[in-house]
Structure formats: C-alpha cells, structure tokens
C-alpha cells in the first residue's frame, strides 16, 4: 500500500519554546496508527502541526505526495485531512445539529448525516441541545461524527478516549474499527494503551518530541514492559 | 483539633464549568511538612484542584482550610500573605522586568516596602542583596539583566521557582514544574524542587512518573474529577485500578466516574 | 391637557418616540461592533466614522448623481463597505497577534482621517437631506403625531436588527460566524477560509453602519462630525449591554434610547449624562455587562515589547538634567509661548504614560482629568481669589477626587473596555461641563488671572511665569520619574505583564492600580490647573474627546512606556499644531495618519526605537536577541 501521510524532521513551537524536535513516521492508506506517549511528549502537537495549526514548524508533511508544511489550515483540509482534537472543539453557541453540520463537505465519498447518526444513535434525540451540554461522551461522538461527513479520508484523532467511563470507551473503539473497514485512514493518539492495542496496525512511541520506538500492533502485549518504561510507569 | 496537622484541607470542594463537574466533591488533605503530589490523566482536574486550592478559582461548593482555619473566602493575593504561594503551569514570569528585577518584585512585599512610592528600589540593600543571593543559589546570575521574557525556557521555570521561593512559603504549589522541560533541565529542576521542599509543605501537579516517585512521599490519583486513590508510591502505583486509569485497562475501580 | 406624573403627555410621547429614533441607532451601530468585535476582538472606533461616510456618501450621491434617497439606501452602504474590506486586508489583519487595544487605536486614527478629509472638503457644518417623497407628512395617532419618515426609521431599524439575529442566530452562514467566534483555528481545519470570513464580517459590520448613516441622513444634519459623539454613547451601550449576544446589544440600544427619552421628559438636566449613570451603575453591580459578555482576551502573551530592561538611575538623573538645562535655556531661541503650552503637554502624556504605558491600563478619556483641574484652577483664581499655588492645588486636587471616583469603577475592567469606559467618562463629565453654570459653557472660562505667587511674585511677567511652569514641569516629570523606578513603580509593571502571578505572589494588585490612577489623574490635573492659569483661559476643548486622543497621540508617537518619550512626542504635536495651522483641518487628518503609521510600524515610538536601536548595538550578548511566537 502506497503511503498516504509522511512526516519527516518535523519540528515545531509554541513560542520559544521547542516541542517536536523532528518527528519521522508515516502512514499507508487504510491504516490504523497510534502515537503513544506520555502527556507533554509532543503526541497533540504532532497533529496539530500537521493540520497546520502550529505557527511555527518546520520539516516536511505531504500528503499523497503533495507537500503542506506552509499550508494553511484551510487548504489543508482540502487535501482530505480532518481533526478530532483533544479538547473535542464543541461550539457551546451551535446546536448538536449545527456542530454536527458545521464542516462543509469538500470531498465526494463521505458519509450521509443518516449513516453519521447511525453509526452515533445517541446524538439523534439531543440535536436540538445546546452542544456543550451534552455528556463527554456525546461530545466526543459529536466531534467524531462532524468530521466523518466531509469527505476526509485521513482522521486525526486526538485522544479520544480522555475522560471517559469504559463502556463509552468501548463504543468508540467499536466505532473506530467500523471506520476501519469502511476504508478511513486513521492516525490515533492515545495514552490509553489497551485501547490502542486492540485498534492500532502499528504503534510510534513518542518521547521528548522525536519517534523512539516503533511497535507492529501485534507485538504491543509483548512488549508491554518496554513501553510502561517509555510512558513512565 | 485534628485539622491543626494539615496545612490545607478540601472539604466537599467542587467546581462546575457550565455544566461539566471538572472537580466534584473532592476531600483532600495535604499534611504539613510533606511532599505530596496530585497525577492522573489528562483532564482529570489536577489543575483545577490546584486553581482551587491557590484560590485563583472560586468553588463551586465545599470549604478550604489553611492551618485549620476556612480560607474559601479570601483571594489569591490573602493567600499568598498567609504564606501559601503558588507556581503556575505556563511559565509565568514578569517577561518585560530583567531577571532581576522579578526576583527584587518579589521580594518587595515580604520587605515591607510595596509601598513605597517614591525610593528607589536598587537603594534598598535587603531586597537587592537577596535577590543577588537567589540568583547565585539559582544558577542565573549571567542571565541578571536579560528580560525575562527572553530566557530560554528552562531558564524561566527556575526563574519561576526562585521567585516562588523567594517568599519564603510555608506550603508551596508547584503547577507541573517539569512541563515543556528537556531531560537536562528535568534533573536539574528536581533537585531543586528537593531543597526547597525541606522544612515546608510542598504540592505539585505532575506527570512525570519518575519524578513524582523520586520526590514525593504521598500521592493522590485523580479521575475524572475526583479522587480514585492515595498513598505512597508503592501503594499507588501497586493498585490494579491506577494502572487502569492509565493504560485504559479494565479495571475494577475505573468503571465508576 | 393630560398630564403624566407632572409632564404633558404629549412632550412625554415625543420624547419616547425621540428616545426611540435615537435607540434605534445605538442599536444598529452597537449591533455591528458587536459582530466586529466577535469575529475579531477589534473595538472599531471608526463606527461612527462610518456611519457619518454613509450619511455623507447619501448626500453625495444626491448632490452629485442625482442619485435618491432609496438607491442610496442599498448603494452607501456598499461603498462604504466595500472600503472596509480594504481597510481588513490591507491594514487591520496585520493586528490580530498584538494586543486589543492597537486595533482600537488604529480605528481611532481612522477616524480622525476620515473626519478631517470630509470637513476639508465640505466644511465642518451639517448639510440638510430631504426626506424622500414616499415618507413625508405624518398620521395623527389621537394622543400624538408621529412623522412618517420616523416611523420608517423604527420599522427599518428594527428590521435590520431582527434580520442580522436571525442571520447569525438561524442560518448556517451564522453558524460558521458563531463558531469561528469562539474556535478560528478549529473552523479553519474544516476548510473554511476564515480570514475571507473575517474580511467579509468587517465589510459587513461597516455596511451596517453606513445603513444607520443614510437612515439618519433626513433626520440629523449630515456633516462630518456626526458619529463622534454618537460612537461614543454607543460604546457606553456596549459597555452596559456587553458585547457578547446579539439580542443583547439590539434590546441594550432600544433600552438606553427609551430611558434617554424618559429622562428628557422628566428631568433633562441629566439627559446627556443618564446614559454614562447607567454605565457606572452596571460597572457597579455586572461588570461583565446586562448580557453577559464575552471574557476579556488575554493579550498579555503577545504584547509587544517596549522597554529594555534595567534603567539606569544615574543615566536617569543625568539625562533629567539635560532637559531641565535646555528647557531653561529654550526661551532664549524658541518663543516661551510654546516652549510652555509645550512643557504642560509634555507633562499631561506623562501623567497618561505612567499609567498606559507603566501599568498598560491606556485611557481614552484622560481629557476629564486636564479639563476639571483646569476649570476648578480657573474657578479658584478668578472667583474665589485663591493665589496661583493655591488655584493649582486645588484644581490638582480636583482631578485626584476625579481619579479616584472614576477609577475605582474603571478598573474593574481592563483592555478595551477600560479604554471605553473611561471614553464614557470623560464624555459626561464634557456634558457637566458644557451645561454647568461655573464653566462658561461654549464661550468657556475666559480671563482666568494669573495673579501672584505666594501673594509676592507676579506671574503677569513673562520671566516669572517661564520659571514657574518650568519648575511645575520639571517637578511634575521628576515626581514620575521616581515613582516609576520605586519598588511601586515595579509592582505596576508587573502587575500589567501577569496579573495573576502578581497577585499570586501576595499583591493585592486592584489597589495599585487605583492608585497609579489616581496618581495619574492627579498630574494630568497639575498640568490642566497649569495650563488655566498660563494661557488665562478654559474651554471645551480640554475637556474634549479630542484632547484624549491628543494625548494618545503625543505618548504612543513618543515611545509608550518610555521615560522621555511622552516629552519628545508632546513637543513633535505641538509643533506640528504650531507651525501647521494655515494647513487647518488637515492637522487632522496627520493626527490620524500618524496613529496608522505608529500602529502599523512604529510601536515603540521615537524613544522606544532609539532605545531598542541603541540597545541592539551594545547588546554584548548576555540576553539573547528577542524572538516572538510571530516569528
């Protein structure tokens, strides 16, 4: 399979500050990969300086080929990238059903908002709340479902799991594994290591802003030890 | 009374952010003269636990005691006089003042003269000599007239905790002190926190495991807002469901939020 | 005749209708800062600039084109739109990373421009517009007569007002504008182009505006100064509704109309000054505004910097006494007259520089402060017969009281909205002062004596009176410079880079600020009591929004936050005011000029270049060179 996202030297700043300090990795098309580490590695950064939400980066971020270290979000975008971030970005002025409907489609291929709500049959009674007031773990399916609508083939998602109680957190690997199949490219980040193991093709670890280790997902349990060592536990 | 052993205490404390519980219902006492950390996940209220405590949150429900007494009332800056001092998670120096200057800042009120409108602090001996001295316990006596804003940023953060330090407190609140550090910086910083914790109650939010382990005698594991476990590291870190916590495993306690 | 707790009901139901016609502008106008403001944290001074350009471009089209009232209800505000797209893209995108506040000030010298080219070119007095056929006459409703045209005012207003809700609150274009408002960076990596957006929801802002301009053309004389005084009540709209909802801003600007009207029936003294009572009031019990409001940004982590650190006191004291040298020497080659109209400036920017430029807290309504000193001064020495000292003192006293009182309410806000609260302020007390018996009104205060010093030395002798200015200006600038390099002084500074790691460290950082303003307002009134007894006279003027910009102008041209700055920038006004008087109006229209270009280019003024330049060549390496998140 041809690579589809490639990341190379990236570097990154939050002011004068340096957080990624020339992260290598890539990703095929139709794969599911995790960035673990632990908290302050550089993991959120990562995806936010390949959506172009970094002020400052350096390196090289192509997609399928074509180059996007100096784009802009917006473009970035339109090349079929799409971010599910940590903080999850709910619009506390926008109803479910505005946030659901928020991001255009600038793809063909994306799913039907039915097909969204198939696939999250909670957000279905609540789309005339407010959308913060819905449960962490609505939020979380809200900020999943309005991206998978606009055509974007490779998600970034950003901890997806944060915060919340287990059976939701099954729900949401359910889910990820149906995205899976239906073809999405998948970059994961994730501090919940079982969660990752049980989804992921392959595993980076991440530490002090640079990829230290490499893991095929399934020799994750194998090396369980290894990698408690790298998350500091 | 028993609360007299602890240099602050949370009773019931809670803060809601419209709606969504960030702290609920958390009893936590910090005893006086310990070293005691607060982990857990990414958004499992450690920091607004420690906004709460500083008093630069208000609480949503529940009381604060310092030294037995309810402080929920006072402000950040009443707390600070009472000797309670915080550091915060975003290095926060005075960026347009030089290095020095926001040692001398600092050391203005504890000498009496935050007041004085017309002197000129470089004339004062006891602040200016002090602040020389901090600097050379701190390793920034070259950086003394660079802006602070301007100090790479390992530099900041012990020009943070210089200043914090500089006040003499009697309970200190370190807000991940090794967040953004690289590992040179990390050990560095460790000792000091080491030395500044002899002879006072130290607090500190953070996530670097072997950091934690290295320095603090108690912890607290927070989830979700409130409190899944507490004690030594051993003891913590023994518990099948912190590790749950962490790895997303499974675990007994974790099912409950 | 029915009467009404006392008044006619027919002047009672003129009055609201009155109340209700000017609400229904403050309603639109703050409706669009309030859509400026959300997409772009930008307070656009040049509302009511731009209110005025619609009404004037209304008048133009008619005089010129032959073009009619409706077509310019559509055609203003395209152009005047349109010309806020320019003014997005090319002047204020290059704002977003700084602080707020250079957006306002940018706006404001946009203003000035504006005014000042149209008053050049059609002279300062307002031009009538007739109402359009369609709407003239009026109906009898029984218990009053309303006037057709006005009626389609409030129905037009109202209109547009429901509209641009149900826009930004119904539509899915609104949903982009709400969430762009709370997360840009996130609505971006869905692929909307939101500097587009935010270019558009500018231009959009104006055309809303230029609407209000050629709806009160009929009403009001259309000239170029229309929108000042407008903008300024609407600011204290915002501040009382605050700018966080739409509804809120419409309901606010009705509310503020209808209470304005009420109040010119039953008591009209206070007419002028109920809407800047009502803004202290809610400052008092909901400083975040009726509303709710969005929270302040933080722009403290972009705040440029404009100091190098470590004055040095000696250096200090030396240049100090350079300046006490050639300021006593001046007369014998510059004409006295200037050197102290230039001198008292001097010492009014640095009064405001200790507390914009030390304590970032940057007023808009410093005038209050100059202006009351000067009348109390004036009313001292000329009624009362104090001695010069004596007059001065309590006009300085005078503007301390006023410090206090409009400080303690001030500071609960910072940024921009202290910057429109203190506007607010000043702008009441400019109505006390025009309609209070003591002040001489429009004709001000004239024949102030200059008296004797200490009842001995006669300051009617042009040497004495030099020296006494000279020692006002030199002790008042020494006092400050003191002040600034005391260990207060650096609790000011901290406390204005990190609020809360000041008071995390123990400072009770309110009462500081209270008193820097105090302070400030205090030397601001020495120069404006100064200022009564050497020029002999009191006006309007100086209590003027236009003195504050003056003064705004002198600092941030000088170098804000520098020592000798404030100086410098006083005496390039003045001199410019001086020597480039026949040019008239176009003073102006530089003044506002010389905002953009300081904003644009030039922050840290002519001192703060020299500083920063001087700094970079013997920058010996101990502290690396400044890189911004920016860069």
Not at chain 3, 287 to 311: D, M, N, T, V, Y
């Amino acid at each position: 399979m041809a690579e589809t996202l490639t990341v190379d030297r990236l570097e990154a700043w939050y002011g004068d500050s340096k957080v990624l300090h020339g992260m290598d990795f890539n990703i095929r098309a139709g794969e599911v990969v995790t960035l673990l580490g632990r908290n302050g590695a550089g993991k959120t950064t990562t995806l936010k300086a390949i959506m172009g939400l970094m002020e400052r980066r350096a390196g090289s971020i192509r997609v399928d080929g074509a180059e996007i270290i100096a784009a802009a979000p917006y473009d970035i975008a339109r090349k079929g990238l799409a971010l599910c971030p940590e903080e999850r970005g709910i619009f506390s002025s926008l109803s479910v059903r505005e946030n659901l409907l928020l991001p255009p489609a600038l793809a063909k291929g994306g799913m039907t908002i039915a097909q969204v709500l198939d696939l999250f049959p909670n957000l279905k009674e609540r789309l005339d709340s407010q959308g913060t007031k819905l449960s962490g773990g609505e939020q979380q399916m809200l900020a999943l479902g309005r991206i998978l609508h606009t055509g974007a083939r490779i998600l970034l998602l950003d901890e997806p799991t944060e915060g919340l109680a287990p059976v939701i957190i099954q729900q949401i690997g359910r889910t990820i594994e149906k995205l899976k199949a239906l073809g999405f490219t998948i970059l994961l980040v994730e501090q919940n290591v079982a969660f990752a193991s049980g989804l992921a093709d392959r595993h980076y670890v991440v530490e002090l802003g640079r990829v230290v280790d490499e893991i095929p997902g399934p020799e994750l349990d194998a090396r369980l030890d290894t990698l408690k060592t790298y998350l500091g536990l | 009374m028993n609360n007299a052993d602890y240099a602050l205490e949370a009773k019931g404390l809670s803060r809601e952010f419209g709606g969504f519980f960030a702290v609920r219902s958390v009893d936590f006492r910090l005893a006086r003269g310990s070293i005691h950390a607060v982990i857990g996940p990414n958004g499992a209220g450690k920091t607004t636990l420690f906004n709460l405590l500083t008093k630069y949150l208000a609480p949503s429900a529940g009381a604060i005691l310092h030294d037995g007494e309810d402080v929920t009332p006072l402000a950040m800056a009443q707390m600070a006089q009472r000797g309670v001092v915080r550091s915060f998670q975003i290095s926060a120096v005075f960026s347009g003042l030089s290095v020095r200057q926001n040692l001398e800042l600092a050391l203005l009120r504890p000498a009496g003269i935050a007041w004085n409108l017309l002197g000129l602090v470089s004339r004062r001996p006891e602040v200016a000599e002090r602040a020389n001295a901090l600097m050379h316990q701190f390793g920034l006596v070259e950086y003394a007239d660079a802006l602070a804003g301007n100090l790479p940023y390992g530099r900041k953060r012990v020009l943070e905790l210089a200043t914090t330090l500089s006040l003499e407190p009697k309970v200190l609140l370190l807000d991940e002190p090794m967040a953004g550090l690289g590992r040179e910086d990390i050990g560095r910083i460790t000792d000091l926190i080491r030395a500044a914790g002899k002879g006072r109650t130290l607090l500190l939010v953070e996530h670097n495991m072997k950091v934690v382990a290295e320095l603090a005698e108690r912890i607290t594991v927070m989830v979700r807002g409130e409190i899944l476990a507490e004690g030594s590291y051993q003891e913590v870190s023994s518990r099948s469901d912190v590790m749950a916590a962490y790895t997303g495993q499974t675990g007994a306690g974790a099912a409950h939020g | 005749m029915t009467m009404i707790f006392g008044v006619p009901a027919a002047v009672l139901y003129g009055q609201l209708l009155l109340g209700l016609i000017n609400g229904s502008f403050y309603a639109m106008l703050s409706l669009g800062l309030a859509v400026i403001f959300g997409m772009m944290n930008i307070v656009n001074f040049a509302h009511g600039a731009q209110y005025m350009l619609g009404a004037m471009t209304a008048w133009l089209l008619l005089n010129f084109l032959g073009i009619g009232y409706w077509w310019s209800l559509l055609l203003a505000p395209l152009i005047v739109g349109a010309s806020g797209l320019v003014i997005e893209r090319f002047l204020l995108r290059r704002l977003y990373k700084l602080d707020h506040l250079y957006g306002m000030l940018l706006t404001f010298g946009l203003a000035l421009m504006f005014q000042g080219i149209f008053t050049n070119a059609f002279g300062s007095s307002g031009q009538p517009y007739k109402i359009p056929p369609l709407l003239s006459g009026g109906s009898n409703l029984g218990f009053m007569f309303l006037p057709n045209y006005r009626a389609w005012v409030i129905v037009a207003s109202l209109t547009v007002c429901l509209t641009t809700w149900y826009v930004i609150e119904r539509t899915k274009l609104g949903a982009y504008l709400r969430a762009a408002t709370e997360n840009p960076m996130l609505v971006q990596t869905f692929g909307i182009r939101v500097p587009r957006m935010i270019m558009l929801t500018y231009g959009a802002g104006v055309a809303l505006a230029a609407l209000a301009g050629v709806l009160a053309a009929p009403i009001y004389q259309v000239g170029p100064t229309m929108g000042v005084d407008l903008i300024i009540v609407v600011f204290a709209v915002v501040v009382i509704g605050g700018m966080g909802s739409i509804m809120g801003s419409i309901v606010t600007g009705f509310m503020v109309g209808l209470i304005e009207g009420l109040t010119k029936a039953f008591y009209p003294e206070l007419s002028s000054t109920i809407v800047f009572v009502l803004m202290a009031v809610v400052l008092l019990l909901r400083p975040a505004g009726l509303f709710g409001s969005k929270p302040e940004p933080a722009g403290a982590a972009h705040q440029e910097k404009l100091e190098i650190a470590g004055p040095n006191p000696r250096r200090q004291m030396i240049a100090f006494a350079a300046m006490a040298a050639l300021f006593a020497l001046a007369p014998l080659v510059v004409y006295p007259g200037f050197m102290m109209k230039a001198m008292l400036f001097a010492l009014f920017a640095c009064a405001f520089n200790l507390l914009a430029g030390y304590g970032k807290l940057v007023s808009f309504g410093h005038s209050m402060f100059l202006g009351t000193a000067g009348y109390v001064c004036g009313h001292a020495a000329k009624v009362w017969g104090f001695t010069p000292e004596l007059a001065v003192l309590a006009g300085t006293a005078a503007a301390a009281l006023l410090g206090v009182a409009s400080g303690w309410l001030a500071i609960r806000r910072s940024g921009i909205y202290f910057a429109m609260v203190t506007l607010a302020f000043a702008q009441m007390i400019y109505f006390v002062a025009l309609q209070a018996p003591f002040t001489g009104g429009e004709d001000g205060l004239q024949g102030v004596p200059r008296g004797h010093l200490f009842g001995v030395i006669d300051l009617a002798d042009p040497v004495n009176l030099y020296g006494f200015v000279l020692a006002i200006f030199l002790g008042g600038f020494f006092l400050i410079m003191r002040l600034v390099g005391s260990p207060f002084g650096l609790v000011l500074k901290g406390l204005s880079d990190h609020e809360p790691r000041a008071q995390s460290l123990g400072l009770d950082t309110a009462r500081y600020k209270l008193v820097a303003f105090t302070l400030s307002a205090a030397l601001a009134g020495l120069a404006g009591s100064t200022k009564a007894i050497t020029s002999q006279i009191v006006t309007l003027s100086d209590v003027h929004w236009s003195m504050s910009g003056e003064v705004l102008l002198m600092t941030f041209l000088g170098g804000v936050g520098t020592l000798f700055g404030p100086v410098v920038g006083a005496f390039v006004v003045v001199a410019m005011q001086n020597y480039l008087a026949s040019l008239g109006q176009w003073v102006i229209v530089i003044h506002g000029a010389i905002f953009v270009l300081c904003v644009l280019a030039f922050r840290r003024g002519i001192v703060g270049e020299l500083i920063a330049f001087a700094g970079r060549r013997t920058n010996r390496g101990g502290a690396p060179a400044h890189s911004g998140p920016g860069h």
